[in-house]
């Protein structure tokens, strides 16, 4: 079970017609929070560890949209189904 999970948590997963607009939603809502953010916390140490912790959330939120993913053939493409851990 581990070595699938690896598998899967180390490979390429290119974006689809399904996740690619999660993935631009997720984009979205990090960049207008890291915006109002930015306007009430002071510039500095702590301002910065904040947009690291909130890019660090978008990528760990584009993974699980990425990597619960499994690509099947269809007719008109590719479906998404989830992935089972």
């Known amino acids: ?21 999660k993935h631009d939603r997720v984009r979205r809502l990090c960049k207008a929070l890291a915006h109002e953010l930015a306007i009430e916390v002071p510039q500095g140490r702590e301002q910065s560890l904040m947009l690291t912790a909130l890019e660090e959330a978008m990528m760990w939120a584009n993974a699980g949209i990425a990597r619960n993913q499994i690509v099947h053939q269809a007719t008109d493409g590719y479906a998404m189904t989830p992935t089972p851990r």
Do not use: K, L, Q, V
């Not at 079970?1 to 607009?21: C, K, L, Q, V, Y």
């Open 1 to 21: 079970m581990i070595h699938e999970r690896i598998e899967n948590d180390f490979s390429f997963h290119p974006a689809t017609s399904e996740t690619g607009p």
